[in-house]
Protein backbone atom coordinates (compact mmCIF):
# COMPACT_ATOMS: atom_id res chain seq x y z
CA UNK A 1 0.00 0.00 0.00
CA UNK A 2 1.20 3.52 -0.97
CA UNK A 3 1.72 6.19 1.93
CA UNK A 4 -1.31 8.44 1.79
CA UNK A 5 -0.11 11.84 0.22
CA UNK A 6 0.46 14.03 3.45
CA UNK A 7 3.46 10.90 4.60
CA UNK A 8 4.64 11.12 0.92
CA UNK A 9 6.20 14.48 1.41
CA UNK A 10 7.89 14.08 4.52
CA UNK A 11 11.62 14.22 3.41
CA UNK A 12 13.35 12.59 5.82
CA UNK A 13 11.76 9.07 7.67
CA UNK A 14 11.42 10.41 11.24
CA UNK A 15 8.50 11.76 12.89
CA UNK A 16 9.11 13.41 16.70
CA UNK A 17 6.87 11.92 18.99
CA UNK A 18 4.33 13.91 21.17
CA UNK A 19 6.78 14.47 24.09
CA UNK A 20 3.68 14.90 27.29
CA UNK A 21 4.58 18.78 29.24
CA UNK A 22 7.99 19.31 26.70
CA UNK A 23 6.40 19.63 23.21
CA UNK A 24 5.17 22.56 22.01
CA UNK A 25 4.91 24.96 19.35
CA UNK A 26 8.10 25.85 19.26
CA UNK A 27 9.47 22.14 19.13
CA UNK A 28 7.40 20.99 16.49
CA UNK A 29 7.73 24.06 14.27
CA UNK A 30 11.19 23.49 14.18
CA UNK A 31 10.88 20.10 13.95
CA UNK A 32 8.77 20.40 10.64
CA UNK A 33 11.14 23.02 9.22
CA UNK A 34 13.79 20.58 9.40
CA UNK A 35 11.79 17.66 7.84
CA UNK A 36 10.40 15.85 10.17
CA UNK A 37 7.03 15.66 11.27
CA UNK A 38 6.99 17.51 14.45
CA UNK A 39 4.04 16.59 17.09
CA UNK A 40 2.52 17.16 20.36
CA UNK A 41 -0.25 16.43 22.49
CA UNK A 42 -3.19 18.42 22.91
CA UNK A 43 -3.27 18.77 26.46
CA UNK A 44 -0.21 20.64 26.65
CA UNK A 45 -2.19 23.37 25.85
CA UNK A 46 -3.33 24.35 29.18
CA UNK A 47 -5.88 25.67 29.44
CA UNK A 48 -7.83 24.11 26.84
CA UNK A 49 -8.41 27.60 25.18
CA UNK A 50 -4.66 27.88 24.09
CA UNK A 51 -4.46 24.96 22.29
CA UNK A 52 -6.57 27.23 19.71
CA UNK A 53 -4.06 29.46 20.04
CA UNK A 54 -0.97 27.14 19.57
CA UNK A 55 -2.36 25.28 16.48
CA UNK A 56 -3.21 28.94 14.92
CA UNK A 57 0.69 29.93 15.57
CA UNK A 58 2.01 26.34 13.80
CA UNK A 59 -0.13 26.28 10.46
CA UNK A 60 0.54 30.09 10.03
CA UNK A 61 3.91 29.69 10.57
CA UNK A 62 4.43 26.63 8.56
CA UNK A 63 2.58 28.15 6.04
CA UNK A 64 4.59 31.48 5.58
CA UNK A 65 7.67 28.83 5.83
CA UNK A 66 6.28 27.19 2.69
CA UNK A 67 5.64 30.23 0.70
CA UNK A 68 9.20 31.79 1.93
CA UNK A 69 11.10 28.39 1.00
CA UNK A 70 9.28 26.80 -2.26
CA UNK A 71 11.79 24.44 -2.92
CA UNK A 72 12.48 23.38 0.91
CA UNK A 73 8.98 22.91 1.99
CA UNK A 74 8.08 22.03 6.18
CA UNK A 75 7.03 18.54 6.85
CA UNK A 76 3.58 18.11 8.30
CA UNK A 77 2.81 18.40 11.81
CA UNK A 78 1.05 16.10 14.05
CA UNK A 79 -1.67 16.43 17.12
CA UNK A 80 -1.84 13.41 20.03
CA UNK A 81 -4.88 13.02 21.23
CA UNK A 82 -5.40 11.06 24.55
CA UNK A 83 -8.76 8.67 23.74
CA UNK A 84 -8.86 7.11 27.08
CA UNK A 85 -11.93 7.44 29.36
CA UNK A 86 -10.09 10.20 31.48
CA UNK A 87 -9.26 12.30 29.06
CA UNK A 88 -12.38 15.06 29.67
CA UNK A 89 -11.10 17.38 27.44
CA UNK A 90 -11.31 14.87 23.97
CA UNK A 91 -14.20 16.43 22.95
CA UNK A 92 -13.03 20.10 22.78
CA UNK A 93 -9.39 19.09 21.96
CA UNK A 94 -10.90 17.40 18.39
CA UNK A 95 -12.52 20.35 17.68
CA UNK A 96 -9.95 22.46 17.55
CA UNK A 97 -8.31 19.65 15.44
CA UNK A 98 -11.18 19.83 13.12
CA UNK A 99 -10.88 23.81 12.89
CA UNK A 100 -7.31 23.68 11.69
CA UNK A 101 -7.90 20.66 9.50
CA UNK A 102 -4.78 18.95 11.48
CA UNK A 103 -3.31 16.88 8.72
CA UNK A 104 -1.80 13.87 11.18
CA UNK A 105 -3.34 12.71 14.21
CA UNK A 106 -1.83 10.23 16.95
CA UNK A 107 -4.15 8.65 19.19
CA UNK A 108 -3.13 6.88 22.13
CA UNK A 109 -4.46 4.40 25.15
CA UNK A 110 -7.17 3.02 23.06
CA UNK A 111 -8.90 2.65 19.67
CA UNK A 112 -11.72 4.65 18.80
CA UNK A 113 -14.01 3.98 15.41
CA UNK A 114 -15.75 7.99 15.95
CA UNK A 115 -12.49 9.45 16.45
CA UNK A 116 -11.12 8.03 13.33
CA UNK A 117 -14.45 8.77 11.44
CA UNK A 118 -13.76 12.37 12.82
CA UNK A 119 -10.46 13.15 11.65
CA UNK A 120 -11.13 11.23 8.23
CA UNK A 121 -14.13 13.77 7.38
CA UNK A 122 -12.10 17.02 7.32
CA UNK A 123 -8.76 14.78 5.24
CA UNK A 124 -6.72 13.66 8.15
CA UNK A 125 -5.37 10.46 8.43
CA UNK A 126 -4.96 8.52 12.18
CA UNK A 127 -1.85 6.92 13.15
CA UNK A 128 -2.18 4.54 16.76
CA UNK A 129 0.25 3.77 19.20
CA UNK A 130 0.21 0.10 19.51
CA UNK A 131 2.44 -2.25 21.87
CA UNK A 132 1.53 -5.34 20.52
CA UNK A 133 0.31 -7.80 17.23
CA UNK A 134 -2.92 -8.07 19.06
CA UNK A 135 -3.64 -3.86 19.66
CA UNK A 136 -2.22 -3.21 15.81
CA UNK A 137 -5.54 -5.29 14.77
CA UNK A 138 -7.85 -3.29 16.97
CA UNK A 139 -7.00 -0.22 15.72
CA UNK A 140 -6.90 -1.20 12.12
CA UNK A 141 -9.94 -3.04 12.00
CA UNK A 142 -11.87 0.85 13.70
CA UNK A 143 -10.69 2.36 10.82
CA UNK A 144 -6.71 3.89 11.90
CA UNK A 145 -4.69 4.49 8.96
CA UNK A 146 -1.58 3.70 9.95
CA UNK A 147 0.19 2.05 13.12
CA UNK A 148 3.04 3.39 15.74
CA UNK A 149 4.71 0.42 16.76
CA UNK A 150 6.08 1.15 20.39
CA UNK A 151 8.44 -1.27 21.10
CA UNK A 152 10.92 -1.93 24.41
CA UNK A 153 13.16 0.84 25.05
CA UNK A 154 10.83 3.80 24.23
CA UNK A 155 10.80 6.56 26.38
CA UNK A 156 7.05 6.87 28.40
CA UNK A 157 5.41 4.08 28.02
CA UNK A 158 6.37 1.42 26.01
CA UNK A 159 5.77 -1.98 25.03
CA UNK A 160 8.23 -4.85 25.96
CA UNK A 161 8.05 -6.30 22.45
CA UNK A 162 11.78 -6.74 20.70
CA UNK A 163 11.07 -4.19 17.73
CA UNK A 164 12.45 -6.90 15.44
CA UNK A 165 9.39 -9.26 16.51
CA UNK A 166 6.95 -6.55 16.49
CA UNK A 167 7.54 -5.25 12.74
CA UNK A 168 7.81 -8.79 11.63
CA UNK A 169 4.67 -9.62 13.06
CA UNK A 170 2.57 -6.94 12.13
CA UNK A 171 4.05 -6.54 8.19
CA UNK A 172 2.93 -9.94 7.64
CA UNK A 173 -0.63 -8.77 7.40
CA UNK A 174 -0.21 -4.65 7.27
CA UNK A 175 1.20 -2.74 4.18
CA UNK A 176 -0.31 0.54 5.36
CA UNK A 177 2.07 3.61 7.32
CA UNK A 178 3.92 1.96 9.96
CA UNK A 179 6.03 4.01 12.07
CA UNK A 180 8.75 2.51 14.62
CA UNK A 181 9.40 3.54 18.25
CA UNK A 182 11.89 2.49 20.51
CA UNK A 183 16.01 3.29 21.67
CA UNK A 184 16.24 5.54 18.52
CA UNK A 185 18.59 8.31 18.71
CA UNK A 186 20.70 7.61 15.76
CA UNK A 187 20.88 7.99 12.30
CA UNK A 188 21.74 3.86 12.01
CA UNK A 189 18.60 3.26 14.05
CA UNK A 190 16.74 4.92 11.80
CA UNK A 191 18.05 3.28 8.72
CA UNK A 192 17.75 0.16 11.18
CA UNK A 193 14.23 0.86 11.37
CA UNK A 194 13.43 0.85 7.35
CA UNK A 195 15.59 -2.27 6.97
CA UNK A 196 12.89 -4.02 9.07
CA UNK A 197 10.61 -2.53 6.99
CA UNK A 198 9.00 0.50 9.04
CA UNK A 199 8.54 3.70 7.30
CA UNK A 200 9.61 6.00 9.61
CA UNK A 201 11.35 6.03 12.86
CA UNK A 202 9.57 7.81 15.96
CA UNK A 203 11.91 9.66 18.10
CA UNK A 204 10.92 11.18 21.14
CA UNK A 205 13.57 11.52 23.84
CA UNK A 206 16.67 12.71 21.74
CA UNK A 207 14.12 15.79 20.96
CA UNK A 208 13.76 16.59 24.92
CA UNK A 209 17.51 17.43 24.63
CA UNK A 210 17.34 20.64 22.24
CA UNK A 211 17.08 24.54 22.81
CA UNK A 212 13.09 24.15 22.12
CA UNK A 213 11.99 21.65 23.91
CA UNK A 214 9.99 22.58 27.59
CA UNK A 215 11.91 20.70 30.00
CA UNK A 216 13.90 21.99 32.84
CA UNK A 217 17.82 22.07 32.30
CA UNK A 218 18.27 19.83 34.41
CA UNK A 219 16.12 17.14 32.32
CA UNK A 220 18.26 17.97 29.24
CA UNK A 221 21.74 17.65 30.96
CA UNK A 222 20.20 14.41 32.85
CA UNK A 223 19.63 12.80 28.93
CA UNK A 224 23.26 14.15 28.24
CA UNK A 225 25.07 12.35 30.88
CA UNK A 226 22.65 8.78 31.06
CA UNK A 227 22.56 5.96 29.13
CA UNK A 228 20.47 2.52 28.92
CA UNK A 229 21.70 1.95 32.68
CA UNK A 230 19.80 5.04 33.76
CA UNK A 231 16.56 4.09 32.59
CA UNK A 232 13.76 1.90 34.83
CA UNK A 233 10.95 0.48 33.67
CA UNK A 234 7.81 0.74 36.26
CA UNK A 235 3.88 1.39 36.21
CA UNK A 236 4.23 3.16 39.58
CA UNK A 237 3.66 6.38 38.18
CA UNK A 238 0.68 6.05 36.05
CA UNK A 239 -0.54 2.74 36.09
CA UNK A 240 0.85 2.14 33.00
CA UNK A 241 4.76 0.62 32.38
CA UNK A 242 7.10 2.90 30.53
CA UNK A 243 10.69 4.26 30.96
CA UNK A 244 12.01 6.74 32.77
CA UNK A 245 15.29 8.29 34.47
CA UNK A 246 16.33 6.63 37.60
CA UNK A 247 18.08 9.86 39.01
CA UNK A 248 14.62 11.83 38.50
CA UNK A 249 13.52 8.99 40.71
CA UNK A 250 16.06 9.54 43.60
CA UNK A 251 15.60 12.87 43.44
CA UNK A 252 11.68 12.49 44.22
CA UNK A 253 13.08 9.94 47.12
CA UNK A 254 12.47 6.70 45.88
CA UNK A 255 14.87 3.91 45.27
CA UNK A 256 14.66 3.41 41.33
CA UNK A 257 16.02 -0.69 42.34
CA UNK A 258 12.71 -1.38 44.57
CA UNK A 259 9.99 0.58 43.25
CA UNK A 260 6.53 -1.49 44.37
CA UNK A 261 3.81 -1.78 41.44
CA UNK A 262 1.05 0.09 40.69
CA UNK A 263 -2.74 -0.21 40.48
CA UNK A 264 -3.50 -0.33 37.18
CA UNK A 265 -6.86 0.47 37.54
CA UNK A 266 -6.06 3.74 39.33
CA UNK A 267 -4.50 5.17 35.95
CA UNK A 268 -5.46 8.68 34.66
CA UNK A 269 -4.42 10.46 31.79
CA UNK A 270 -7.16 13.59 32.08
CA UNK A 271 -6.74 17.28 31.31
CA UNK A 272 -7.16 18.02 34.45
CA UNK A 273 -3.95 18.47 37.59
CA UNK A 274 -3.65 14.95 38.03
CA UNK A 275 -0.92 12.53 39.52
CA UNK A 276 0.05 11.83 35.68
CA UNK A 277 1.15 15.24 35.21
CA UNK A 278 3.01 15.39 38.60
CA UNK A 279 4.78 12.31 37.48
CA UNK A 280 5.67 13.48 34.11
CA UNK A 281 7.02 16.55 35.71
CA UNK A 282 8.69 15.56 38.09
CA UNK A 283 9.94 11.87 37.46
CA UNK A 284 11.37 11.93 33.67
CA UNK A 285 9.94 9.85 31.00
CA UNK A 286 12.72 9.19 28.93
CA UNK A 287 14.12 5.87 26.25
CA UNK A 288 17.34 3.58 26.50
CA UNK A 289 19.01 4.99 23.16
CA UNK A 290 19.93 8.31 25.03
CA UNK A 291 23.72 6.93 24.95
CA UNK A 292 23.66 8.63 21.46
CA UNK A 293 22.74 11.83 22.67
CA UNK A 294 25.86 14.34 23.61
CA UNK A 295 24.84 17.56 24.03
CA UNK A 296 22.14 20.08 23.97
CA UNK A 297 21.43 21.28 20.52
CA UNK A 298 18.70 22.87 18.44
CA UNK A 299 16.36 21.01 16.93
CA UNK A 300 18.05 21.92 13.18
CA UNK A 301 21.02 20.72 14.44
CA UNK A 302 19.81 17.39 15.53
CA UNK A 303 17.92 16.78 12.93
CA UNK A 304 20.76 17.21 10.75
CA UNK A 305 22.98 14.86 12.73
CA UNK A 306 20.10 12.18 12.32
CA UNK A 307 20.65 12.92 8.58
CA UNK A 308 24.30 12.83 7.89
CA UNK A 309 24.26 9.92 10.51
CA UNK A 310 21.59 7.62 8.04
CA UNK A 311 23.16 8.73 5.18
CA UNK A 312 27.24 7.22 6.22
CA UNK A 313 25.17 4.25 7.54
CA UNK A 314 23.50 3.89 4.00
CA UNK A 315 27.03 4.70 2.05
CA UNK A 316 29.00 1.88 4.73
CA UNK A 317 26.13 -0.72 3.57
CA UNK A 318 26.43 0.48 -0.20
CA UNK A 319 22.03 0.54 -0.09
Excluded at 3 to 28: E, H, Q, T, Y
Excluded at 81 to 110: E, F, W
Excluded at 129 to 156: C, P, Q, R, S, T
Excluded at 247 to 254: F, K, L, Q, T, V
Aim: hydrophobic content about 45%.
Amino acid sequence: MPLPAVLKSVPLPIIGSPLFIISNPKLVIEQCKAGVVGSMPSLNARPASQLDEWLAEITETLAAWDRDHPDQKAAPFAINQIVHKSNDRLDHDMQMCAKYKVPIVITSLGARTDVNDAVHSWGGIVMHDIINNAYAHKAIEKGADGLVAVAAGAGGHAGVKSPFALVQEIREWFDGPLALSGAIASGDAVLACLAMGADFAYIGSAFIATNEARASDGYKQCIVDSNSDDIVYSNLFTGVHGNYLKPSIRNAGMDPDKLPESDPTKMNFGGGENAAKKAWKDIWGCGQGIGAVKAVVPTAELVARLKREMMAARSRLAL
